[in-house]
């Protein structure tokens, strides 16, 4: 009997739990967002268009406001909310941030490394040029290159060029600009380096010392409350941004958040703003070509645009249209942004025509109205009816003009077009346009005379080319320490493993035989004869080469960063050099009459022409590479004549799971990258985001390049070539 109790309690809590800890209303949030009214279903589909039941929009407003208020006071009341961080001055910038990109440090319009210094003038420009710039930017200096050696986050941060000074000397030009930085904690960086104290503190300790104005936490659903406490306590305070929506509870402390949407017809609204109408959403949807959805719904709910397309060093350029949206969208909402924080904001207030939505932002004498069109043809004439009050003026913000409405009694209804697919923005107050208004309406005249829809709507990628690597004087014989790989027909096949991007345009890399980039490659090639090194170049090598060439490089920072006193440790000569930049293993090779290989000849020279999968064969052989290291100590390389099973079918060693070999370099307008082989010994632990092995020699890692300080890394190595007569 008790069983059986106990068995039908089970099935209750089970079946009924959500419904008892759910609150009571029609619309449910679909995670960071609440659905818009009923009448939703008459464009969705979900009732016959012929039959002209068509719910009446108004009534079905009403129903949807006041549930979903309801929901919102209800919601508050649970979590206890506390607005307090809303309140805070030095916290409030984040409330009108409405554009911000996710910036890639080794972005080329960022940073100059022939110059040496920041260009961040360059880069602000061109954003300015295109869309109408930005108001905050998240500078990342992590992820992807982040575990081929083991400097954790805050390691990587403090190699940037400069050093802390060039950092905050950066960062003070951002804020001359105007433009306030973020940098991203990543709580899964927990397999690289230690840094000795909690991730909040080192944070906040890292961004106090560099003048940062906020952070994004990298994969989180809502910044702990210790980030909050922590910055708090070095008298910096900065602003927590999640890359997801935050709990409803961590909204109190978050300020801000990305937006990860769903795009139905009927604009839906943000579960965040509505809870907290300051808390500012980048809406962000950085695979897609075209944005049109995403500043619909953005500009829909007063909220911001994560305006990213430098993603993991794969350019994805907003379209001309986009970007001419993004402009305009952006000028009004930093122009009205004391409205868009209105607590009295009311979305879904009803419209005239069918598939255009508002939502209306109340405040002091004045009433600002935001308006997509979600229809692909454009809709004239009459398009909302709003309260009128005696000696109210109306503008039409998009078309810089004013409205002259029709009054019927104490309502007004107004007229203006809008495009298909496009916005709208409407101003009520009881003055004349003046000042600033009058100049935003100035500049929206004049915007306006060059529809969106004569714009490209066209996606490209961006074509990158190949470094080119200068022959060497022929060798009529085998150089010491080298082996001659003779001429052949070869397959060339190998793919990039970079985690993201999937099988897109524009990912990877573009070898000169192709016409794009792509993360897939095959080849049939007529390989010259040609020599490569039998061992990756020593420790004991590059010492000879540093004192015969008495070379030091400009940017010296992490420059042979496990060397001591001018030399390496006792032991240490037939390990593998590493910490070297691709311009530190240039100099070695010219110095020695060689070049660096092309991935193709390092390929070559690893597999033969039987396309076989390792050097020694086509199954993995743990015995024939180094053990790996999976700790958060990085042990030093093995010698590079420790493992003779490692070799090729030409004779050539250690090639695999010791130290990557740098090969060749892409370049596109925007980003630098280095071709590596072989992959390394060092596989730290606890997360899929760290930089990915490529054990098999029909793989490659592609490595961002910013400049040899942060180029630099401690499983990074290479090898030499010299061409045969």
């Known amino acids: 009997m008790k069983r059986n109790s106990l068995l039908c309690g089970l099935v209750f809590l089970t079946f009924f739990a959500p419904f008892l800890m759910a609150q009571d209303t029609r619309f449910q949030p679909q995670h960071e967002q609440i659905p818009g009214p009923d009448d939703a279903k008459t464009y969705t589909g979900e009732c016959c268009y012929r039959s002209g039941e068509i719910p009446d929009p108004v009534q079905a407003f009403q129903t949807w406001i006041q549930d979903v208020r309801h929901w919102r006071v209800e919601r508050r009341i649970r979590i206890g909310y506390d607005p307090s961080q809303y309140e805070r001055p030095e916290l409030k910038w984040a409330q009108s941030s409405f554009i911000q990109p996710q910036m890639m440090i080794e972005d080329r319009y960022f940073y100059d490394p022939v110059g040496g210094k920041y260009t961040v003038d360059r880069y602000l420009d061109d954003l300015d040029n295109r869309y109408g710039g930005i108001d905050s930017v998240l500078i990342w200096p992590t992820y992807p290159n982040i575990g081929i050696d083991n ?3 805050y390691d990587l941060l403090h190699d940037m060029p400069g050093g802390i000074q060039g950092l905050r000397q950066m960062i003070q030009d951002f804020h001359r600009r105007g433009v306030r930085v973020l ?5 899964w960086d927990q397999g690289t380096r230690d840094p000795m104290m909690p991730n909040a503190d080192a944070t906040a300790k890292a961004m106090a010392e560099i003048g940062a104005d906020g952070i994004n936490g990298d994969t989180l659903d809502g910044v702990p409350h210790s980030f909050r406490t922590a910055s708090d306590r070095t008298g910096h305070p900065i602003v927590l941004e999640p890359e997801g929506g935050p709990a409803d509870e961590a909204l109190q402390w978050n300020n801000m ?3 990860y949407w769903k795009y139905p017809f009927v604009p839906m609204i943000s579960r965040y703003k509505w809870l907290e109408p300051r808390h500012m959403v980048n809406v962000c949807d950085r695979w897609n070509h075209r944005k049109t959805d995403n500043l619909q719904f953005a500009f829909f709910n007063g909220v911001g645009y994560e305006s990213w397309e430098n993603i993991w060093g794969i350019w994805n350029q907003i379209t001309d249209r986009d970007a001419e949206a993004l402009r305009r969208v952006a000028k009004i909402e930093r122009a009205f942004a004391g409205l868009l924080i209105s607590q009295d904001w009311e979305p ?3 419209t005239l025509r069918y598939g255009v939505f508002a939502s209306k932002f109340p405040g002091d004498g004045k009433t600002l109205w935001t308006i997509v069109n979600r229809n692909q ?10 309260p009128y009050h005696s000696g109210e003026r109306f503008y039409d913000v998009w078309h810089g003009e004013e409205l002259k409405p029709e009054i019927h009694g104490d309502l007004a209804t107004l007229s203006f077009e809008i495009e298909g697919e496009g916005f709208g923005a409407l101003l009520a107050q009881n003055e004349e346009a003046s000042g600033t208004i009058a100049a935003l309406l100035a500049t929206m005249k004049e915007l306006s005379r060059t ?6 709507a066209e996606w490209h990628f961006l074509p990158q080319h190949l470094v080119e690597i200068a022959p060497t004087p022929p060798a009529t014989s085998t150089p010491p320490g080298m082996v001659r790989i003779p001429v052949g027909d070869y397959d060339f096949r190998t793919s990039g493993i970079m985690i993201e991007g999937g099988n897109d345009v524009g990912v990877d890399v573009q070898f000169p035989w192709e016409d794009s980039p792509r993360r897939y490659h095959s ?21 000879k080469f540093m004192e015969a060439a008495q070379y030091q490089p400009a940017d010296d920072h992490n420059f042979l960063r496990d060397w001591k006193n001018g030399t390496y440790h006792d032991g240490w000569a037939g390990k593998p050099v590493t910490w070297v930049s691709l311009e530190d293993a240039r100099a070695y090779a010219s110095w020695a009459g060689k070049r660096l290989p092309h991935e193709w000849e390092w390929q070559y020279a690893a597999q033969g022409t039987d396309g076989r999968t390792y050097p020694w064969g086509n199954e993995w052989d743990a015995s024939a590479v180094p053990v790996p290291d999976k700790g958060r100590d990085l042990r030093p390389p093995t010698n590079v004549d420790a493992y003779p099973k490692g070799a090729s079918p030409f004779g050539v060693m250690d090639l695999v799971g010791n130290v990557w070999q740098w090969t060749d370099e892409f370049v596109d307008e925007h980003t630098r990258a280095g071709v590596l082989k072989g992959g390394s010994y060092y596989q730290p632990q ?3 985001w760290y930089f990915p092995q490529a054990y098999k020699l029909t793989e490659h890692g592609k490595y961002l390049l910013m400049a040899p300080s942060k180029d630099r890394a401690g499983t990074l190595g290479f090898r030499c070539v010299k061409d045969a007569q």
Do not use: C
């Not at 043809?377 to 709003?386: C, F, K, L, R, T």
């Not at 080849?523 to 010492?543: E, G, L, Q, R």
């Open 151 to 153: 400097r954790n986050q």
């Open 183 to 187: 940098f991203p904690v990543m709580l």
């Open 257 to 259: 958040s990305w937006g």
């Open 348 to 350: 879904h207030t009803p």
């Open 377 to 386: 043809y454009d809709v004239e004439g009459s398009q909302i009816e709003v």
């Open 451 to 456: 529809p969106l829809r004569s714009l490209s």
């Open 523 to 543: 080849h049939k090639m007529h390989v010259k004869s040609f020599y490569i090194d039998k061992y990756p170049v020593t420790n004991a090598d590059f010492k």
């Open 686 to 688: 606890g997360s899929l």
